[in-house]
């Protein structure tokens, strides 16, 4: 009874491994494993934004902020001060007033395509408060603020402008260019 049992269990696992049960009749036999996807490269970059006011054509002002970005991660550069505001007697709330560039990046460059081009999804929010000579008669403290939500194509070592803004109280434009460095 004991041999008889061995050769059942011995053949069992000899079919099982030749692929011979748990095969329907004119079924294929499964093939074999599929090769490995190919290993996709990350790539690290430097994006360095600048933001700038030109008046009648001229810059007059520019700003510079930079960031570290691997390809198909977000990352935010973020700074300024958390302003608190009497909502009612002893109750305060909070804004943030300074600048907040936020970005996405994904890159096309894999194993088989040629292009070195990235794609960037860009969120950016710059506020101030108005100077005196903007603010009127007003005796409350008076916010101006811009935003540029923008997504663009761009080519490392190349700057492109992701978005520009007029000034409605002046002649004054801002500009919000990227230069995109592939570090590795």
Known sequence: MFTRTLKAVAVT??????????KAPGQKAPSAKAAPETDRVT???????SVSEVEDGKK?????????????DANEVKIGTRVPFEQAQGQYTYIDVGTNIWCRLRDHADITSLSNE???????EISNFAVPE????SVRPMLRQLKIDAST?????KPVVVGSV???GSKRQF???????KLR
């Open 43 to 49: 790539h690290s970059y430097r994006l360095d934004f």
């Open 166 to 168: 007029d000034d409605p």
């Open 118 to 124: 990235v794609a960037l999804n860009v969120r950016s």
């Open 60 to 72: 007059i002002n520019s700003r510079q902020y930079s960031l570290n970005l691997n390809a198909g």
């Open 153 to 157: 194509v761009a080519v490392p070592g």
């Open 175 to 181: 500009q919000l260019e990227v230069t995109v460095t």
């Open 134 to 137: 903007q603010q009127g008669q």
């Open 13 to 22: 696992l000899i079919l099982m491994v030749t692929g011979g049960v748990g």
